[in-house]
Each structure stands twice: as structure tokens, then as C-alpha cells.
């Protein structure tokens, strides 16, 4: 076969194949003698550069790659692209840490999404809320894994086992308020996906410390212990000035917590919810946080609406193929205790100043008067 191949090469073809084969030595002159060679040859280089395109640095792990198709991606700090990067890269990182569950496909992922507070600003309503959509599966108790030491210490795969099931595709949320005004938790949560999207809710910082001293006092009355009025906790009695030591005004001081995640955190990849309009326009609020985390747009007035009686909006909770109605617990919504007209004012005032650091910080102001 190769002798009769070889009697078809023209003369002027040999000569030129008799240098190549002094120059490169016999193998590679052999090779390219024939016809039947060459096209060998071509397609040992076309493989060739194959294998080399497949093992270049891409700045990412080849494998695994999503079952949808989702690799990853660098994360860039600008804009949407930013926030399209970091969820497919939470995808992935979620896929590669997966402990896969014994039903199929199921599987527990550590949170891409996290409510990091504040406290008594509507976080419950939030996560429940999230919880209906049929993209987002979340942890229904606060873990508070970041901010408790002996949490912590357990380590991660301890955090991952306290996430809910989830499908590719889905999102995992976690809430735990307290994460907000913990020291370590911002570089905690950074350690463990930079890129994880964080929310927020604030709500009118008076109300929010009155909510909390509301709770606070529930808390104290069930236990039978006395209680010292809003007032005299949050000011101090000799000079009636405000005492900013009081744990319900520190944690409403947002731009002092926020401050920390800031200095981790990208603004593009932390959501402001607005939780006095959760409370009163709920549908909007969830709306903007679909788009934030890329979801598809499912809250409507059937699944979200007015529930007269609870004096709240409450939710249409799908279960076993039908709807549910389901209401926050008793303890959201308490009535608040009479608070002076003139401790609130003095507040305000107080707050005042604190607001406008926070709005600078975040581009954006609420109706805090
Ligand atoms: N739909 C609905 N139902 C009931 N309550 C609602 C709802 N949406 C927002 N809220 C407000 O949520 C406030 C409690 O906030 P949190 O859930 O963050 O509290 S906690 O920190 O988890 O204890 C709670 O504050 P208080 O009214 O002061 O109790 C509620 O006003």
C-alpha cells in the first residue's frame, strides 16, 4: 500500500521530499511522503491544538460544570454584569460543595443569599415571603452560624447540613439578623463565597428601636421580670440626651454596621429593602428583589395580599399542588407601647445625623422624618 501510494509522487515532489527528509530526518519526511500522510498529519495537528485550546488557564475550574450549563465566571465589580457574574458563580460554588441528598438531584448547598438584618425590620416577612417563590428554598429558623462562636467552630459543613433541600437551579436563603451588627461576621461570610448577594431590610430607626424594646419587653414579661419604660432606657435621665449605648438605638445607627460589610462587600451585591413598604406595599419591595437576584417575577395580589383580619398582608403558601393561606405568628405586628411625642422627637433628631451618613453611603434616602 505505502510503496504504491509513494510510485504516484512526481519527481519534483520527491526531490523536495528528499530535502525535507535530510532536513527534518527521516520520521517527519516519512510522514509527509504520501498523500494519505499528510492528511494524518493534519489531523494529528488539529488534535494537537485541540488538547492545548482545552488546557489553557481560563481562570476558572473546568469541572464540574453546571447541570444547566452555568460555568464559572470571574466576578467583575460593575453593575448588573457584576450581579449576573456573582450568581453564576454562586451556582457553581454551590454545585462543587454539594451534598447530595439521598433524593435525587436534591441536594443542601450553603446560602447564596443571605438576610443580614436588621433586626425587628421585617426579616421574618422577607424570608417567608422568599420562601413561596418557587426559585428560593430557605432555612426556616436563624442559624446564627457567622456570629456565635460554638457555631461557628462546627464548621462549615454543619452550616450546609442546616440548609433546606434544594433543586439545581434554586436558590438557598438564610436570615439571621444578628449578622448585621456582628464584628467577625462580615469577613466570615466573605471567607466563605465573596460573591454570596446579600439583603438588607431598615425600617424608620425610631419605630425599629421601639419595635425592639416592644420584643425585648415581651421577652422580659414571660419570663416575669420587671421593665424599665422605652424612655428611660433610651435616654439618659440626669441630661435627657440620647443614650447611644442602648442596644435598640446602636442597632438602629445602620450606617456603623453597614459601614463593616462595605469594606468587604461591593454596594452592587447588598439589596436595600425598605421595610416600612414591605409592610405597607409588599408586592413592590418583592418585585425589586426578584430582580435583584435575577428570579423570575412570581409575587401577584393572589399570592401576596391584605389580610384585613391580621391587620397584615399575608401569603398564599403552595402546598401539595394547592394554596395555603398562611400569616405571620403573633409575635410580628405587636402593638407598640405608648412612646412621648417628645422622646421620639428627641430621637429623630438624633438619628438625624446618622441618616445622612447612611444615605451618602448607599446613594439612595428614605422618608425618615
Ligand atoms: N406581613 C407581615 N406580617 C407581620 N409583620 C410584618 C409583616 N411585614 C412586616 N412586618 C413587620 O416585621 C416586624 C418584625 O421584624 P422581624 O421579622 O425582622 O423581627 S425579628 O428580628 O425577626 O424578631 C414586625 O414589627 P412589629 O410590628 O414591631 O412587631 C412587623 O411590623
Given at each position: 500500500?505505502?510503496?504504491?501510494?509513494?510510485?504516484?509522487?512526481?519527481?519534483?515532489?520527491?526531490s523536495?521530499?528528499?530535502?525535507?527528509?535530510?532536513l527534518?530526518g527521516?520520521?517527519?519526511?516519512?510522514?509527509?511522503?504520501?498523500?494519505?500522510?499528510?492528511?494524518?498529519?493534519i489531523i494529528?495537528?488539529c488534535?494537537?491544538?485541540?488538547?492545548l485550546?482545552?488546557l489553557?488557564?481560563?481562570?476558572?475550574?473546568?469541572?464540574?460544570?453546571?447541570?444547566?450549563?452555568?460555568?464559572?465566571?470571574?466576578y467583575v465589580?460593575?453593575?448588573?454584569?457584576?450581579?449576573?457574574q456573582?450568581?453564576?458563580?454562586?451556582?457553581?460554588?454551590?454545585?462543587?460543595?454539594?451534598?447530595?441528598?439521598?433524593?435525587?438531584k436534591?441536594?443542601?448547598?450553603l446560602?447564596?443569599?443571605?438576610?443580614?438584618?436588621?433586626?425587628?425590620?421585617?426579616?421574618?416577612?422577607?424570608?417567608e415571603?422568599?420562601?413561596?417563590?418557587p426559585?428560593?428554598?430557605s432555612?426556616?429558623r436563624?442559624?446564627?452560624?457567622f456570629?456565635?462562636?460554638?457555631n461557628?467552630?462546627?464548621?462549615?459543613?454543619?452550616?450546609?447540613?442546616?440548609?433546606?433541600?434544594?433543586?439545581?437551579?434554586?436558590?438557598?436563603?438564610?436570615?439571621t439578623?444578628?449578622?448585621?451588627?456582628?464584628?467577625?461576621?462580615?469577613?466570615r461570610?466573605?471567607?466563605?463565597?465573596?460573591?454570596?448577594?446579600?439583603?438588607?431590610?431598615?425600617?424608620?430607626?425610631?419605630?425599629?428601636?421601639?419595635?425592639?424594646?416592644?420584643?425585648?419587653?415581651?421577652?422580659?414579661?414571660?419570663?416575669?421580670?420587671?421593665?424599665?419604660?422605652?424612655?428611660?432606657?433610651?435616654?439618659h435621665?440626669?441630661?435627657g440626651?440620647v443614650?447611644?449605648?442602648?442596644?435598640?438605638?446602636?442597632?438602629?445607627?445602620?450606617h456603623?454596621?453597614?459601614?463593616r460589610?462595605?469594606?468587604?462587600?461591593?454596594?452592587?451585591?447588598?439589596?436595600?429593602?425598605?421595610?416600612?413598604?414591605?409592610?405597607?406595599?409588599?408586592?413592590?419591595e418583592?418585585r425589586?428583589?426578584?430582580?435583584?437576584?435575577?428570579?423570575?417575577?412570581?409575587?401577584?395580589?393572589?399570592?401576596?395580599?391584605?389580610?384585613?383580619?391580621?391587620?397584615?398582608h399575608?401569603?398564599?403558601r403552595?402546598?401539595n399542588?394547592?394554596?395555603v393561606?398562611?400569616?405571620?405568628?403573633?409575635?410580628?405586628?405587636?402593638?407598640?407601647?405608648?412612646?412621648?411625642?417628645?422622646?421620639?422627637?428627641?430621637?429623630?433628631?438624633?438619628?438625624?445625623?446618622?441618616n445622612?451618613?447612611?444615605?451618602?453611603?448607599?446613594?439612595?434616602s428614605?422618608?425618615w422624618t
Amino acid at each position: 500500500m505505502e510503496s504504491h501510494m509513494q510510485a504516484k509522487v512526481s519527481p519534483r515532489r520527491e526531490s523536495s521530499n528528499r530535502r525535507l527528509h535530510r532536513l527534518w530526518g527521516p520520521c517527519v519526511g516519512h510522514v509527509i511522503t504520501t498523500r494519505f500522510s499528510s492528511v494524518i498529519a493534519i489531523i494529528g495537528a488539529c488534535t494537537f491544538c485541540l488538547v492545548l485550546f482545552n488546557l489553557r488557564d481560563t481562570g476558572v475550574p473546568s469541572a464540574p460544570v453546571h447541570p444547566e450549563g452555568i460555568d464559572g465566571f470571574r466576578y467583575v465589580e460593575s453593575g448588573r454584569r457584576a450581579l449576573q457574574q456573582v450568581r453564576a458563580v454562586n451556582t457553581y460554588r454551590n454545585d462543587t460543595v454539594a451534598v447530595l441528598s439521598t433524593t435525587n438531584k436534591m441536594r443542601r448547598t450553603l446560602p447564596n443569599v443571605i438576610i443580614i438584618g436588621a433586626r425587628k425590620a421585617g426579616t421574618r416577612a422577607l424570608l417567608e415571603y422568599l420562601g413561596i417563590h418557587p426559585q428560593v428554598v430557605s432555612a426556616s429558623r436563624e442559624i446564627h452560624f457567622f456570629s456565635d462562636e460554638e457555631n461557628y467552630a462546627r464548621g462549615m459543613r454543619w452550616y450546609q447540613a442546616q440548609m433546606p433541600l434544594s433543586a439545581p437551579g434554586q436558590l438557598t436563603l438564610e436570615k439571621t439578623p444578628n449578622y448585621l451588627i456582628s464584628n467577625v461576621t462580615p469577613e466570615r461570610v466573605h471567607r466563605m463565597n465573596s460573591s454570596v448577594l446579600l439583603l438588607l431590610t431598615l425600617r424608620h430607626p425610631v419605630t425599629r428601636a421601639i419595635s425592639d424594646y416592644t420584643q425585648i419587653l415581651a421577652n422580659r414579661n414571660g419570663r416575669g421580670q420587671a421593665s424599665k419604660d422605652f424612655a428611660t432606657l433610651a435616654l439618659h435621665g440626669r441630661t435627657g440626651e440620647v443614650n447611644q449605648a442602648y442596644k435598640p438605638v446602636y442597632i438602629s445607627t445602620y450606617h456603623l454596621h453597614l459601614a463593616r460589610w462595605l469594606k468587604l462587600f461591593p454596594l452592587a451585591q447588598i439589596h436595600i429593602i425598605d421595610g416600612d413598604r414591605l409592610i405597607t406595599e409588599p408586592l413592590e419591595e418583592l418585585r425589586a428583589v426578584e430582580t435583584f437576584l435575577g428570579l423570575e417575577h412570581f409575587f401577584t395580589s393572589d399570592t401576596v395580599y391584605f389580610n384585613a383580619t391580621r391587620g397584615f398582608h399575608c401569603m398564599r403558601r403552595p402546598v401539595n399542588g394547592s394554596f395555603v393561606d398562611s400569616c405571620l405568628g403573633a409575635s410580628k405586628g405587636r402593638s407598640h407601647p405608648h412612646v412621648e411625642q417628645a422622646v421620639r422627637t428627641k430621637l429623630s433628631q438624633y438619628f438625624y445625623k446618622h441618616n445622612q451618613i447612611l444615605f451618602n453611603m448607599i446613594g439612595r434616602s428614605f422618608d425618615w422624618t
